[in-house]
């Protein structure tokens, strides 16, 4: 399972929420993020979001590098051994910020990534939706994507939409601008109702 939507939408929130609750269920669970994860992760993480003004595709390949990394030390594993994995972002972060909002082609970046990860997919991501102006004003300290304001983050709320549209078999959009309990019932209830 991952969340997905654009920065100040609760993605971190509503994973560490379902991550407690299936925990409390007795599960075996593991909450990670992207990019992170790992010790290289991490260090991409630092290096993409706090670090210089780069070109798309090394952006694009950072990310899908911290994502190789992640699904060979962190997911798979997990999965091998049975567990549910909670992911803050993944692949369709790449899709909507390098992929639709950024230019490359949903085609492109999702080829790159399917290669560096195996083919693995959620089974369900978590779309979080929120009004772009309202996730900024929620930004504490923001990072590199994030000082580039309300114009990058209009085109990701809008290329995440397109994603829903897609690939509706798997994202679920869920209205953000709700209280994040009130978020956290609908996401279990729709994860049940897709068990």
């Not at 990670?32 to 010790?39: D, I, S």
């Not at 051994?81 to 369709?92: P, S, T």
């Not at 009004?131 to 580039?148: N, Q, S």
């Not at 304001?149 to 995440?160: E, I, P, R, S």
Request: charged share 30%.
């Amino acid at each position: 399972m991952s969340f997905e939507g654009a920065d100040g939408s609760g993605k971190s929130t509503q994973a560490e929420l379902l991550h407690a609750a299936l925990a409390a269920e007795g599960r075996d669970v593991v909450l990670t993020r992207e990019p992170g994860g790992t010790e290289l992760g991490e260090a991409v993480r630092t290096l993409v979001l706090n670090g210089p003004t780069m070109g798309v595709w090394a952006e694009a390949t950072l990310f899908a590098a911290s994502r190789a990394e992640h699904v060979e030390e962190v997911i798979r594993p997990a999965l091998d051994r049975g567990a549910d994995v909670v992911c803050d972002r993944y692949v369709d972060s790449s899709l909507a910020y390098q992929g639709i909002a950024r230019g490359l082609g949903i085609d492109a970046v999702l080829q790159l990534n399917l290669a560096v990860t195996g083919g693995l997919l959620p089974d369900v991501t978590f779309l979080l939706l929120i009004d772009p102006g309202v996730a900024t004003g929620r930004h504490v300290d923001p990072d590199r994507l994030e000082r580039e304001g309300t114009a990058l983050q209009a085109k990701v709320d809008a290329a995440y939409r397109e994603l829903a549209g897609r690939f509706g078999e798997r994202i679920v959009s869920v209205d953000a601008a709700r209280p994040p309990d009130e978020i956290a019932r609908e996401v279990r209830e729709r994860l049940r109702d897709r068990s």
